[in-house]
Nanobody, 125 residues
Framework: QVQLIESGGGLVQPGGSLRLSCRASGRSRDIMAWFRQAPGKEREFVAAMDWRGGNTPYADSVKGRFTVSGDSAKNTLFLQMNNLGPEDTAIYYC????????????????????WGQGTQVTVSS
């Protein structure tokens, strides 16, 4: 089993920044990712990290604004979000899977076995 706990969400003005954290415990995991779900929309991929291979794919909508990183010693995944806009308002979820998969499959929510409870990010003036 893997337990995931997100933190760092909140209310921020357009153009602002937030840093999300996902603390993992339990079994070791090769892939961790961030997804988000806005009201009335499906859950969508944001970014991921392959802890062994080093791949870090991003959704086109966040590329250049968001950065995913990890601290293996602390078992923590981060998501630095800059230049936030109202379209980034959503619940952000951390996800994990035990084994590695190809880069293209890292974007699909159904490939993840473990999920956190989510943290709300609201971008509004």
């Amino acid at each position: 089993q893997v337990q995931l706990i997100e933190s760092g969400g909140g209310l921020v003005q357009p153009g602002g920044s937030l840093r999300l954290s996902c603390r993992a415990s339990g079994r070791s995991r090769d892939i961790m990712a961030w997804f988000r779900q806005a009201p009335g929309k499906e859950r969508e991929f944001v970014a991921a990290m392959d802890w062994r291979g080093g791949n870090t794919p991003y959704a086109d909508s966040v590329k250049g604004r968001f950065t995913v990183s990890g601290d293996s010693a602390k078992n923590t995944l981060f998501l630095q979000m800059n230049n936030l806009g109202p379209e980034d308002t959503a619940i952000y979820y951390c996800a994990a899977r035990i084994r590695r998969i190809v880069l293209s499959e890292m974007r699909r929510a159904e490939n993840y076995d473990y999920w956190g409870q989510g943290t709300q990010v609201t971008v509004s003036s």
